[in-house]
DNA sequence: GGTTATGGATTTTTT
DNA sequence: ATCCATAACC
């Protein structure tokens, strides 16, 4: 069966009454059906919904994501094709010290083909369960040359290491039920349903899994909307859910076209972005909603004005009883926006939470001491090995560690077995040989407890024994400090691990970190404005959603501009973020962003041209004038053009009581006293969250000074602000839209209601303040 | 061998 | 702006 479910329509809601349904009514056994996403957050939120529907009989399903699945599948029977049980799991990080490693072996320069571009061919390749040997069916450039031989090397270097990066997971599990007839007829023994979420998102190898599971029984159920494909650039195969029908010749076809999520005004925007892709299954939403409310669309000047806007937006709702902080999303194209959106939100001291991002298993002290739990688990990896060999600074340099390295090739070990003899070679100077020494003995006496502790004692045991712990308390570094307490938090969240958890062994510990990225995910996110990619809200919705950022080069990002069909992607992820949205949608954009360090002049993006005028209230600020790149020259009818509207001065004039009063209100409201600190909530990243606070203080504090330095120097002078309005002698009234230098000397730009816009001197015009 | 200074690249989205 | 690799210095 095919569901064509539209956002919103009640996918979830479909596939979990379906299974309740075939455990209730068809008396089906539960653990016969197989449910598969592709997040962890999308198999918790299943596993949850069926726990309710079904009772504990729901425990029995196996629910998860294709990669946590297949890891199963290949502890248990991976052995038949070569896999070792005790495999460790790379990540991205492991994966790229594994790449740069096979090019210096074979002598290739990472600055001309840089390592990424390399792992991101490797991934697609084993996407479409491509081996080395078969990498350059139909490609000859030298690009792709370099690409195949590392990719054989970097194969070997993972069987060398016991370790399967997230692509072999997926693409040796399809080898095994290919290759294995008795292992594959013992899962179609066990699994005799198979339900898919998100199948729009399917790529060839994960299609594979499912057809060769799913070919004997044939009841295969997948849902999916091919208008929310956005995993394009990792594989995902929209053409895979067409081909479902062609697969599965008397598959049912169902589609869902009702929306039960948002205001017909939100979704009437949703269609009219959709609607220009090509290629697309037409179908149109519909809802018995009400229409909703306009949808609202900001103009910042800045970045740091939009986030300030959105803040205070937010605050003031929630001040109103409007809503509660719970129910904002704010989404953004790239993750490194998330920052000037934290600052203003503590500014206005919201509590918030950002979603993904930089995660708490991602920093380099964590990774370390994952390291460790690795080498002690499997002593094959050496990718782990090398990077804590001298963590903390034990006096095994690089020298050293590539003497090792060549005694381990010369003698066919692996680099954890050449510890030992490394410790009696002669070459070696006697202070690193007994550094090594010292160090083979604390992995050997740590793998010996291994044995007798419990999961938490034993991260205690390899904190403590390895002398990292004390290396991060001892040292006079401040950043040390927070590092000590990352370290202890990790040990605690064993604990937490080890107690929710039947098999909490350190294989089951390990392999949960490498496939769980963000475990740290809010408890009580219901009184937490979210933050998030639009990526990662798929799935979700929210009573108030803020789209920011909605300019060219951001969103449609830079690098999908010239291919068409990367943008139709963009469009579609446009389109997943608006039908986030349930009762009311922001959409802003700013005039200027600082991207890598430097400021940037930005255009409104194309998409909010895309959204019919009627739908929408523009909320233009009238400091928008500030940027003289918007400015028109125009003549008496005192036009402008702002955003690529005409505006009349009139209108304009008439706002600006209303923005001045904003001006004023904002400028109180910015610090007077020293800043008290945001309430920080305990949990995830509090230094890091710590860190940004501290940026921001800074920052209003640097903000208040320089309104100090700004403010006149004598009372005599008399000093402009963009945004007052003036009287002209011969011009008559106008406002103020930008002020360069200071006092007298000030240049000032002002837009006059009849006369357009002119530059005046202050001290030599004759103007006076309304 | 360890620590600090400097220059260059870097940012799409995720299991 | 920040992270990382390499070079210079202790």
Redesign the pocket.
């Known amino acids: 069966m095919l569901i064509i479910a539209g956002a919103g329509s009640g996918k979830t809601r479909a596939l979990t009454y379906r299974i309740a349904h075939m455990v209730h009514e068809r008396k089906i056994p539960p653990d016969s059906i197989l449910a598969v996403t592709?997040?962890?957050?999308a198999a918790g939120e299943m596993k949850e919904r069926i726990a309710k529907l079904v009772g504990p009989l729901g425990r029995k399903l196996w629910v998860g994501?294709?990669?946590?699945i297949c890891a199963r599948i290949l502890r248990a029977d991976g052995e038949a094709i070569g896999v070792p049980p005790n495999f460790v799991i790379f990540n991205?990080s492991d994966q790229r010290a594994l790449i740069k490693q096979a090019l210096s072996v074979l002598d290739i320069d990472a600055k001309e083909y840089?390592p990424?571009d390399i792992h991101f061919a490797i991934s697609a390749a084993k996407n479409e369960l491509m081996s080395p040997q078969e990498y350059r069916r139909g490609r000859r450039g030298p690009f792709d040359e370099v690409v195949q031989r590392v990719y054989g090397r970097y194969q070997s270097g993972l069987r060398a290491n016991a370790a399967l990066d997230?692509?072999d997971l997926l693409m040796r599990t399809e080898q095994l039920l290919r290759e294995q007839k008795g292992v594959l007829a013992k899962y179609h023994e066990r699994i005799k349903y198979i339900l898919v979420d998100e199948f729009q998102d399917i790529n060839h190898a994960q299609n594979e899994f499912v057809r060769l599971l799913g070919q004997k029984h044939q009841n295969v159920c997948v849902v999916g909307d091919d208008d929310q494909s956005?995993y394009g650039?990792?594989g995902a195969n929209i053409g895979l859910i067409l081909d479902f029908e062609r697969r599965y010749k008397d598959a049912k076809v169902i589609k869902l076209e009702q929306n039960y999520r948002s205001t017909q005004k939100i979704l009437e925007c949703a269609y009219e972005i959709i609607k220009h892709n090509e290629d697309r299954r037409d179908k149109k939403l519909w809802t018995q909603n009400r229409p909703g409310d306009n949808l609202v669309q900001y103009e910042a000047v800045d970045a740091e004005q939009e986030a300030e806007w959105v803040a205070e937006t937010i605050r003031t709702q929630v001040n109103c009883q409007l809503a509660t902080y719970g129910e904002y999303a704010i989404l953004y194209?790239?993750?490194?926006m998330s920052r000037v959106f934290e600052e203003g939100l503590m500014t206005y001291r919201i509590p918030y939470e950002v979603v993904?991002g930089i995660r708490f298993y991602e920093r380099?002290v964590i990774r370390d001491f994952i390291a460790y739990l690795r080498v002690l688990y499997n002593s094959a990896d050496g990718v782990s090995l090398r990077r804590i060999i001298?963590v903390p600074?034990?006096?095994?340099?690089?020298?050293?560690v590539s003497h090792i390295d060549r005694l381990a090739d010369a003698n066919g070990l692996t680099m954890h077995e050449t510890l030992a003899v490394a410790a009696k070679d002669e070459n070696l100077?006697k202070?690193?040989r007994s550094a090594i020494a010292d160090f083979a003995e604390i992995l050997a006496s740590l793998r010996e407890k291994r044995e007798s502790l419990t999961l938490t004692e034993f991260c205690r045991a390899v904190a403590e024994d390895t002398g990292y712990l004390r290396a991060l308390e001892n040292s006079d570094n401040a950043d040390d400090a927070i590092k000590a307490e990352n370290l202890k938090e990790f040990v605690s969240l064993a604990q937490r691990f080890e107690q929710v958890h039947e098999q909490s062994d350190l294989g089951a510990f390990l392999e949960h970190i490498a496939?769980l990225?963000?475990l740290d995910q809010a408890q009580e996110i219901d009184s937490k404005v979210s933050l998030m990619?639009l990526?990662?809200a798929k799935g979700l919705e929210f009573p108030i959603v803020f789209m920011v950022g909605l300019e060219e080069n951001v969103f449609p990002?830079q690098?999908?501009m010239g291919d068409k069909h990367?943008l139709a992607e963009e469009r579609r992820l446009c389109y997943v973020g608006i039908t986030r949205a349930q009762h009311m949608l922001y959409l802003t954009h700013a005039y200027r962003r600082?991207?890598?360090?430097a400021p940037q002049n930005m255009k409104p993006s194309r998409f909010l041209s895309d959204l019919p005028d009627e739908l929408i209230d523009r909320q233009v600020d009238l400091s928008n004038l500030m940027s003289s790149s918007v400015l028109g020259d125009e003549g008496e009818r005192a036009e402008m053009e702002i955003g690529g509207r005409k505006i009349d001065m009139t209108q304009l004039l008439s706002r600006v009581q209303e923005n001045g009063a904003k001006a004023r209100e904002r400028s109180t409201a910015l610090p007077e006293e020293p800043e008290e600190k945001p309430k920080r909530e305990a949990g995830k990243s509090r230094e890091a969250r710590r860190k940004r606070a501290e940026?921001a203080a800074k920052r209003a504090g640097q903000r208040k000074r320089k309104a100090v330095e700004a403010a006149p120097q004598s009372v005599s002078e008399v000093t402009y602000k963009s945004g007052e309005r003036v009287k002209h002698t011969k011009f008559g009234e106008g406002i103020v839209v930008q002020v360069k230098g200071e006092g007298s000397n000030a240049e000032l730009t002002i837009a006059f209601a009849t006369q357009g816009v002119k530059r005046l001197l202050a001290d030599v015009a004759p103007i006076e303040k309304v």
Request: hydrophobic share 35%.
């Open positions: 592709f997040t962890n957050k994501t294709f990669h946590a991205d840089k990424a997230f692509d956005i650039w990792r194209r790239t993750n490194a993904g380099a001298n600074a034990r006096g095994i340099g690089d020298k050293t100077q202070r690193a496939l990225s963000d990619t990526h990662s990002h690098r999908s990367e600082t991207i890598f360090g940026a």
